[in-house]
């Protein structure tokens, strides 16, 4: 996942802001994360530069 579409990706539950915990990356791609939504605080994986939002 780029680094560059953080700012449009939203909670897909509530449309909450969320956090983001990066555990790999490389350059300006994220390979392994988890994004945390800071109001209904629920928890989305990125997988090998995917992000699971549902």
């Known amino acids: 996942m780029k680094k560059e579409y953080l700012n449009i990706i939203c909670c897909p539950y509530c449309h909450g802001d969320l956090e983001l915990e990066i555990r790999e990356e490389d350059d300006d ?26």
Do not use: A, D, S
């Open 29 to 54: 791609e994220i390979i392994e994360g988890e994004f945390f939504c800071k109001k209904c605080q629920k928890k989305y994986e990125i997988k090998e530069g995917i992000p699971i939002l549902m």
